[in-house]
């Protein structure tokens, strides 16, 4: 899971699905066209580690922002010095009134933290929220001491929560369904994007769906990937570290990092389409 991929994309998710008017003729074209994206260097970092002794002093990685009421709420995922070595990763979130800040650390900080339920006893990350009526559902992928990932969901009435985990945890507990790349409703349905971590290399793999009529499920998972790694010597033949996918104007819309096999880990950005999920 890298940090700074998805620093870049939240921000140009929010620019782009957030706050800014698309012609109309992205709805049945691709989004991405030379010149569309405009570079925004700052303010830079956005948010930074926490002091020393807080929980997330020694590493914050990126997962969803959403905007409610006016106010963009960043979820991320950090640990801090004294978990470094087993990566005790908690969900913290920030606000602002403007997708390029300043960002305020809530003072609730960690808003959800691992349990010793056998299937989150390591760690909770890669938040990823949605809100139906008064309800906001947050869907988050956590692991056991055997690194053995789930998918799990917390819900509120308020995005700073509380946040209250669901009694049905964990709603998708399958090899295929580690990192969350997006939640979204499309036709009706809902459509949980994960990655499998691991499947090509370490840390990447390909991406799957799962599918369901309500947040909470039962979900259907569809055994076969919907997007995989590029062909042999291509820039993304080491598939995928992170994914996200989202919905405007009835086009599915997915950011991707990806690398090179056996590479020092160094991603570039991608970008896929899809008119039927």
């Not at 998918?151 to 509380?162: D, Q, T, V, Y």
């Not at 969350?180 to 949980?192: A, F, H, P, S």
């Amino acid at each position: 899971m890298r940090a700074t991929l998805l620093i870049l994309v939240i921000v140009l998710s929010l620019f782009l699905f957030g706050c800014a008017e698309v012609p109309v003729r992205y709805a049945i074209t691709p989004l991405l066209q030379p010149g569309n994206f405009v570079h925004i260097p700052g303010p830079n970092p956005a948010i930074t580690a926490g002091e020393d002794g807080a929980w997330d002093d020694r590493a914050l990685e990126s997962a969803d922002c959403f905007k409610d009421n006016g106010t963009y709420y960043w979820y991320y995922h950090a640990f801090n010095q004294q978990s470094l070595r087993e990566c005790y990763y908690q969900i913290g979130v920030a606000t602002a009134t403007n997708p390029l800040g300043p960002w305020t650390r809530y003072s609730g900080n960690p808003i959800l933290q691992k349990s010793e339920n056998s299937w989150e006893e390591r760690w909770v990350a890669c938040p990823m929220v949605i809100k139906e009526g008064d309800t906001y559902f947050m869907f988050y992928s956590s692991s056991d001491t055997d690194w053995h990932h789930s998918i799990c969901l917390a819900i509120a009435k308020h995005p700073l929560g509380p946040w209250k985990k669901y009694s049905g945890n964990p709603i998708i507990d399958h090899e295929h369904f580690g990192y969350i790349g997006g939640v979204v409703k499309y036709n009706g349905k809902y459509l949980l994007y994960a990655t499998y971590p691991d499947e090509i290399q370490g840390d990447y793999g390909r991406m799957y769906v799962a599918t369901a009529d309500v947040p909470q499920g039962p979900w259907k998972l569809n055994p076969d990937p919907v997007f995989g790694e590029g062909p042999k010597g291509s820039w993304d033949e080491g598939a995928f570290s992170e994914f996200e996918v989202l919905n405007y104007n009835g086009i599915l819309h997915a950011f991707y990092g990806a690398c090179k096999i056996d590479s020092d880990r160094t991603e570039s950005i991608g970008y896929a389409y899809s008119t039927d999920g």
